[in-house]
């Protein structure tokens, strides 16, 4: 037997000093890139090649203040790479940490729910079917406890567990039938237990074997792929054009060194080495901004699907609802009794036996919210009577199934020679157990209906009596007898209404799933507002449709009642049939395979099982609906704002091209030189990275139907609208150089002049395409520091080069007067009104939802 100490758990204070000695309950990871390792990164990029063999031309050309120079912006670029790559990482780091397996341990006596990883040797854990063991622990007390070892022992049949005599000090081998040892990482597929941790992180048995478990990793998604896709072959392209520039520019005007180096400018003005950049900083900060909203992002690429979902397939309980269950309603034969209305007043003697039998036919230290609110009723009304019965030891429990909605308990009396079973489920199941004839099982559906049409959960209830000895296998041995109904009420979450009309707005579907009767189903379709909610589909009926039959009835039916786990892969199939992307809710173990199928499996972190959470991609930390029309919305900014992007990036690249080009073609002196690319650059990367990512969404975000999931981020309507604000800018500066040249201004002043204006116009960029259909001057009101840090810094430094004669020698500007400030200026702001007339010109009209809601042209 287990001391009463052993019971009450560990204090906080010896888990806190354990995990102090011990260390976190999780295996070595990988470290976080240190300077080193990103400097290392760097080196290997095209840009940084680049750099250093600018910097070589410039030693043979006898010119090592240029060398040093570009030496230092080397320098800076690694710091930037070194924030972007930490921030990142940051992120990431935060969503392991909420991804590690959640674990149910007693401490002071009080059942707590910690992060596996905070799991200490002595913990006391409290397991159930659907958990993921977070230790080596030896089970103390437990009921048909079952686990899948296969991760250890490669066999695939679960292995039963029995408890441990004696706590033993040390873990035995895994695999074997009827040993009290459980392993870190293998799954609970029966039953529930008490076990005491053993050994904790690298001692386990997982660890020994040095296996990893789930976590959060960056990963290449779909739109990173087609990034790099697009980077090689811009990298190609741009060095086979510079190398022709290069070649003519030493022919032309024979001079080889200087044509190389006019050739790598043009290389290093082609190639858009941001775009990885900013693909990894967006995925990765945006799942993390999503987690922010109580989602967790368990795989990466599901942030890009989530701007595409259609349906979204939902649970009713605990996620439409409060999963706050109270009991409200009592019917023992015609009477019917409204517990609301009795304020105190003792509960009626013929409803007794009722509860008494609901009470026994639930789990005495329960976690279902329908048993913890028929627990605190029974104890409330029948305290001080003979229906409660600490005393009784219970012997054996029939599960509920698929086949039958019932659940049994049977129970031994120290008083009586019989055992006491009890039983309570789906009305119909306890009316099978019980035999009803055909004209009662009539009047129990009336019943039913009735309590159901008010939103009510109905459970029937049940008892029977059987001799000493061996139990039956199934409960429809014993000889039920009907002792009446009860009606359990969950009230909708008050914000859920709203964000079912969100959703619709957003041109989405919303499709409850829910056990109750089409009644309550019905009742509380309308009370949050869904679209038809008279019309309901029954698992019944969905059993005895085909699949083609479920596709055409999938269309227009959002309200699925009797439903069973494994209904929602069928529904999933048939949506997808249908050409919908599916966000599917789960959270028990048979939601598992439904989740998996799903586009966007989403798992209940609160309630929901390990074998849940590792299957599906998002886990919703609060169980609550509005968190996954909020994740949603940020699903749909991240996409808005890498498009933004870029078109940011396309945009501020053709000028400079344009300007490596153009003086050689029409034998001008050279506009832009490697440093003043890497200035460029100083502003751009930050920009498209860091202010484009901080960007609030759209006003309209939820107001057009959802984008197509094969969307490309280089769709035509983005490359164009870049092409058309970047050759905007180009015909712009490139009439200013060749006005200050044909004024008779030197070339050092108009390469200054340009380079000033180009810059103006970057500026003018960012804060043109921070929206897509709002001018710039509207969007000075939306917050977003990083964008005023970007501009402050591009600014400061652009007047430290043009006006400190040290720097601006090493530009290779002349110096401006306040009238030739005055022409960049007013040429950058052609620009900015330029790309304001292009934004009014490519302004996108939503696309119209159909009348299913599923929106426009969505293909898988």
Known sequence: MMANKTLHGLTQEEAA??????????????KPSSLFGIAAKVVCEPMFLLLIACGAIYLLLGDRTEALMLLGFVLVVVGISFFQERKTERALDALRDLSSPRALVMRDGELRRIAGREVVRGDLLVLAEGDRVPADAVLLSGMNLSADESLLTGESVPVRKAPALDAPESMGKPGGDDLPFLYSGT????????????????????????????????????????????????????????????????????????????????????????????????????????????VLTRHIPAVE?????????????????????????????????????LKGADLPEQFHELLEFSMLASHRDPFDPMEKAIGESARAALADTEHIHGDWNLIEEYALSSALLAVSRVWQSPDRELYVIA?????????????????????????????AAQGLRVLGVAKASFAKADLPAIQHDFNFAFLGLIGLADPVRDSVPAAIGASHAAGMRVIMITGDYPATAVNIAQQIGLESPTRAITGAELDAMDDAELARRVRDVNVFCRAAPEHKLRLVSALKANGAIVAMTGDGVNDAPALKAAHIGIAMGARGTDVARESAALVLLDDDFTSIVAAVRLGRRIF???????????????????????????????????????????????????????????????????????????????????????????????????????????????????????????????????????????????????????????????????????????????YLHADDILIAVAAGAVCILGVEAAKLMNRPDARPVNASGVGGDVRK
């Open 17 to 30: 000093a354990r995990l102090e000695r011990d260390g976190y309950n999780e295996l070595p990871s990988a």
């Open 187 to 294: 799954m609970v597929v029966q039953g529930k237990g008490l076990a005491q941790t053993l050994a904790t992180g690298q001692h386990t048995a997982l660890g020994s074997i040095g296996k990893a478990l789930a976590a959060v990793e960056q990963e290449p998604t779909r739109i990173q792929i087609e990034t790099a896709r697009v980077v090689k072959r811009l990298a190609w392209l741009g060095f086979g054009l510079s190398l022709a520039v290069a070649i003519a520019y030493a022919l032309l005007r024979g001079d080889w060194l200087n044509g190389f180096l006019v050739g790598i400018t043009l290389a290093m003005a082609i190639l858009p080495e941001e775009l990885p950049v900013v693909m990894t900083i967006f995925l990765g900060l945006g799942a993390w901004r999503i987690a922010q909203q109580r």
């Open 305 to 341: 699907m989530l701007g595409s979902a259609t349906v979204l397939c939902v649970d009713k309980t605990g996620t439409l609802t409060q999963n706050r269950m109270a009991l409200a309603q009592l019917q023992v034969r015609d009477r019917v009794l409204d517990l609301s209305r």
């Open 423 to 451: 039983a309570k489920g789906a009305p119909e199941a306890i009316a099978d157990l019980c035999h009803l004839g055909a004209e009662d099982a009539v009047a129990l559906e009336r019943e039913v209906t009735a309590m």
């Open 640 to 814: 808005d704002n890498l498009r933004k992007a870029i078109a940011f990036v396309i945009a501020a690249h053709v000028p400079i091209v344009g300007m490596s080009l153009i003086p050689v073609a029409m034998g001008w002196p050279l506009v832009l030189l490697p440093v003043h690319i890497l200035f460029l650059q100083l502003i751009i990367d930050p920009a498209c990275s860091i202010v484009f990512e901080a960007e609030p969404e759209e006003a309209d975000v939820m107001r057009r139907a959802p984008r197509p999931s094969g969307a490309s981020l280089f769709e035509r309507g983005t490359v164009v609208f870049g092409l058309l604000q970047g050759f905007g800018i180009l015909a712009i500066v490139a009439a200013v150089f060749a006005v200050a040249l044909y004024r008779g201004q030197d070339a050092a002043t108009a390469r200054a002049l340009t380079f000033t204006a180009m810059v103006i116009a970057d500026l003018g960029l960012i804060l043109s395409n921070r929206s897509s259909n709002r001018s710039f001057l509207a969007t000075l009101g939306a917050s977003n520091r990083a964008l005023w840090w970007v501009i402050a810094g591009a600014l400061t430094f652009l007047g430290l080069v043009l006006y400190v004669p040290l720097l601006r020698d090493l530009f290779h500007f002349g």
